[in-house]
């Protein structure tokens, strides 16, 4: 079992629209949930950070942690076609700074 | 803010060949990382430093080395490069608390013929 697992996508929502992002993890003792944002050719990029139960908003952003299940999320509201990117789900482990990476989930916002 | 700088961005060698990919950042950051990325398999980390000449194995380190002699570098060579290790290589850097982000560099494509 992957330490992170996304779904891979592609992912296509129009214009305007809630883009839903999807995480899970496997280890039970991680803190630090992360979603970077990588354009094809380019490095990732952080947009989010989350390490409370709950809901954490920046702007379009939204992003949700349920640790008793083990999931992280990422909501993109007014989906914009600039959005189009793979979106990487990182989790901390439990020993040192290691993160572990989900292998991305691939967004195109339609015009 | 310069951040954290890799050279070179594209780099094309031959199977056998010695290379060093560098990686320098000006925040001061105590963890440095070290990832290739790979269709399928996304980021996968190499090794990665807790501080200078503190450095630590991560998911595939064989046939890498790195080194950290200063806290704003942290090079990575490929002792006899393989075909397998073509891909696209991330340098990453955070501060030391556990729970900070890793912000990464712009990468180096490396080929190898």
């Known amino acids: 079992q992957k330490e992170v697992e996304q779904n891979s996508g592609p992912l296509s929502v129009p214009e305007g629209a809630i883009a839903s992002l999807n995480c899970t993890y496997s280890?039970?003792?991680?803190?630090?949930f992360f979603w970077y944002r990588q354009y094809s050719g380019k490095s990732p990029e952080l947009i989010m950070s989350i390490y409370s139960n709950g809901d954490k908003e920046d702007g379009r952003f939204t992003a949700q942690l349920n640790k008793a299940s083990q999931y992280v999320s990422l909501l993109i509201r007014d989906s914009q076609p600039s959005d189009s990117a793979t979106y990487l789900c990182a989790v901390n482990g439990n020993t040192g700074n290691q993160f572990y990476f989900g292998t991305g989930t691939s967004l195109t916002v339609i015009p | 803010d310069a951040g954290i700088t890799q050279s070179p961005r594209y780099k094309i060698t031959e199977t056998g060949r010695q290379v060093t990919l560098m990686c320098h950042q000006t925040w001061s950051h105590s963890y440095m990382f070290w990832y290739r990325q790979d269709l399928g398999h996304g980021l996968r980390l190499i090794y990665y430093?807790?501080?200078?000449?503190?450095?630590d194995k991560g998911e595939v380190p064989d046939g890498y080395v790195v080194s950290r002699s200063k806290t704003e570098n942290f090079p990575l060579t490929l002792e006899s490069a393989t075909r397998s290790q073509t891909s696209v290589y991330f340098c990453?850097?955070?501060?030391?608390?556990?729970?900070?982000?890793?912000?990464f560099g712009d990468g180096t494509r490396l080929s190898i013929l």
């Open positions: 280890d039970r003792g991680s803190q630090s």
């Open positions: 990453a850097s955070s501060e030391g608390q556990n729970n900070q982000p890793q912000h």
């Open positions: 430093s807790a501080a200078a000449d503190i450095t």
